[in-house]
C-alpha cells in the first residue's frame, strides 16, 4: 500500500481521489500497489466538500507524518510551494506535483534537491496529455528541432470562436469568463505567461536550457482584431496562442505570441478548449499530442499517472499490467454483438417500389435509417444507387439484411456496407 | 558503455546504427551511458551496405557474445523471431523489438520470457510516435473507453488520395506501389492485417485481453469506390481504415475495418502516410497522437528511444539529462535574432503614395513583401487597411520597421503586427 497525501483539495485535488476510489482495482493492477489518500490539506477548513478523506489545515503536522509515501502538491503560488516541496524531498519523499509556476521558477532548484526521492511533473504541461513523458522519453533519440504547443486553452477557446463566429475580443472573453474557461482576472492567460511557463518546462527537457520567463519574449492575445481574423482567413491561417523553441546552433528561440499557422498542419486543427503540442525531432520528423490541456479531471489523470509510475519503480511491466485486470477475465465480443451505426451502398435497377422493398428488409432486421441520398447518373437512367446510413444497430441484423438485400431481384453488384465511427 | 547487436540491418537497422552515432552526444547525455552498436547481423553478406559496424551472417555467434547488452530484433516473421528472441531473454539480456507480427502471436509468452530482462517494442506500433507509453504510463491512472487508430500508412495514403483526387483505388494503389508506400504484394497492409497486429498490441496494454488476429473482424479497404466517397463528403465524412477497440461490461470489441469518421474528429484530420491514434479514458477523456508511422528514420527513433529506457534502468531523469547537454552551454537567443515570417496590419488615411511610403520603410528595413492584401470598407472610404505578409526576416528589422510606420503622419491606430510559423 502506498499513501498520499493531497496538498490542496480544490478541483484537481477532489478529481485525484475520486480517481484513486472510482479506479483502484485497475490502478492496483498497473502498479502492483494500492494507492490511497489518506488525508487532504486545506486553508480553509470551513469551507464544505464533499470528499472521503480528512482534512486538515495543518500543513506541518502532514509533512511530518512518517506514513506518508508521497505528496501531492497542489497548492499553487511559488514560494511557499517551493519550501513546502523542498522539505518534502529532503525528507527522501516523493512528490507529484501540477504547479507550473513552481517549476518555471525552480526545476532546476527541485531537480538538485530530488536526488533521494522523485518528482512528478507531467500535470505541469497540457493537462490530460502526456507531453512531458513523449519528450524525455519517447523522442530521446532525438535533437528536438522544434516545440510548437497551444497549451492554454483559455486563449484557444477565445481565438477559435474568434475565427468561427467572427465575434470581437471583448465578447468572447466576457462569455468565456461566464463559462467558466476565462478568470476574472484573465491576464495570466491571455497574457500569454501561463503558456510561457509550460514551454520553459518543455525547453528544460529538450535542450537543458535554464530560462526564466522573464528572459523570454511573451505577447499576448488583447490585440487581435478582427481584421486579423479576415487577413488570416484570406490566406488560408489560422491565429493561435503558440509557446515556441527552436535551436539554432548554440542558442535556443523562446517565445510565446498570437502566430499566424498554415490551417493544413496539425496544430492549426487544435481547436477550443483544447491543447496541442507539436514536437519536431530531427530523425521522428514531426508528432503531435492533442488532448485537454486543463480541467480537473484531466489534470488529475496525469497526477494519478506519476503515482503509478512512482509506485512502479521504474519497473513498468511490459505490457502494462503486473497482475490480471480483474477478477473477470476479459473476453473477445463476438463479431455478432457489436453495435455501431452503418452506411450502405446498393445498386439496384430503376424501378417502382425499390425503395419500398429495401426498407422494409431494413425494417424487418430492426435498422433504423438516419440518412438517405439516391443518386442517379444522367447517362445512366435505368440504374440508380441508394445510400443509407442508420443509427446504432446489432452487427447480426446488418448482416442479415444484406443477405436479404442481395437476394433482391432488382439489386445490381454486391452492397457495400461501411461502419459509422463517431466519438458521441 | 551498452553494447548493442542489431539483428537484421534493413531500412530500419541502418536508421538506428546511423542515429546511435550522429545523436551519441544527446543520447549520453539523457541516459548517463553511451550505447554502442557493435554488430549486426544480414541474412545476405554479398549485398552492399554502407554502414559502420562489423557484419556477419552467423546469428548463433551474435547471440552467444557475453559482452552484448541489448539486442535489437528487426529481422522480421514470427517463429524464428520468436526462438531468438526468447534464447535471448533466457540468458538475461534485453531486446528491443519492431515486429508487431511477433508481439500479435507471442507477446504473453514474451511478457512471461522477460522476468529476468526488458523487452521494448515502442517501435511495433505506429512507428515514432510514442502511443505505447502514452497508453501503458500517460493514461495508466484511467479505464480506456476506447482506442481508434490510423495504423497503416499505405491505406491512410490510398484513401486520403481518394478522397481529396476522386481517383480510383486500383490507380492510387498503383501509384503508392511506385512511390514505395505499398508492397508489390499489398495484401497484408490494404487487408488490414498490419494495422490488426497493432491494435491486439494497444489491446493488450490497455485490457491486458490475450486475442489473436483470426479471433478478431478485420476487413480491407479494397471495395472502397469513389461513390462511397462521394456520400461521405456529401454527409460530411472521411473514410478511414480504423483499428478499434472499446470496453463494453466484461466484453472487448476489437476490430479494423473502414469506417467513416465525422470530418470534425481530430482523427479525421491525419491524412497521407501519416499515423495518428486516439485513446479515450474515462477521466482524461480524448487524446490523439499524430507522427510518421514508418519509414527507417522515424521506427528506429522508437527503437532507439527504448534502448536509452533500459540504459537509464527504470530512472528518468527529472528534467530529461542526467548530465549537462552539450560542452557549450546553449543560451537563450535574444529577442532581436529572432527570424520568422511576419503579418502587419496598417490602419492608414486613403490618400496617394501611402504604399510607396509604407514599402520604402519596409525595404529599407530589409524587409520583403510576401504577399499584400488593401481592403477599404465600403462606408469608410477616408480609411484603408493594409494587410503585410512578409519573408523571413529579423525581429530587429521589424520592429524598427514598426517605429517607422508609426510616424508616418497618415498612419492611424498602433500597427498591428503577429508572426508566422509554418513547419517549412
Redesign the interface.
Known sequence: MIKVAVLGVGTVGS?VVK?LE??AD??Q???GKRIVPVIGVVRDMSKKRDIGIPLTDDIKSVINRDDIDIYIELMGGIEQAYSVVKEILSKGKSVVTANKALLAYH??D??KA?QKA??G??ASVAG???VI???????????ITAI?GILNGTCNYILTKMMNEKASFKDVLKEAQELGYAEADPTFDIGGFDAAHKLLILA??????E?KPE???IEGIE???N??I??AK??E?V?KL?G?AK??G??????V??????QD??IA??NGVMNGVSL?????????????GAGG??T??????D???IAR?????????KS???K??????P?D??ETKY?F?VKVKDEIGVLAKIAAVLELSQISIE?F?Q?TEAKKSDTT?L?F?THHCKEANVQKALKEIEKLPFVID?T?M??????T
Open positions: 478529481s480517481i472510482k479506479n485497475i490502478i493492477a498497473r502498479c526545476r532546476y527541485l531537480q530530488a522523485k518528482i511533473f507531467e490530460g496529455i502526456p513523458k513523449a519528450l524525455r522519453e519517447g523522442l530521446s533519440a532525438n535533437h510548437k528544460s527537457i529538450a535542450y537543458g536550457i530560462a528572459e523570454i519574449l490585440n487581435i482584431g481584421e486579423d479576415y487577413f484570406e490566406f491561417y491565429i503558440i515556441i535551436k539554432k548554440d542558442k535556443v528561440e523562446l517565445r505570441h498570437p502566430s499566424l499557422i498554415p498542419e496539425m486543427k487544435v519536431i525531432g530531427d530523425f521522428v520528423g514531426e508528432t503531435m499530442y492533442y488532448g485537454a479531471d484531466a488529475a489523470s496525469a497526477v494519478v499517472a503515482l503509478i509510475d519503480e521504474g519497473q513498468s511491466p511490459m505490457l502494462g499490467f490480471p485486470l480483474e473477470a477475465k476479459l473476453v473477445i465480443m463479431k454483438e457489436v452506411y451502398r440518412s441520398l443518386k444507387t445510400f446510413a454486391k457495400n461501411l461502419r459509422i465511427e463517431a466519438n
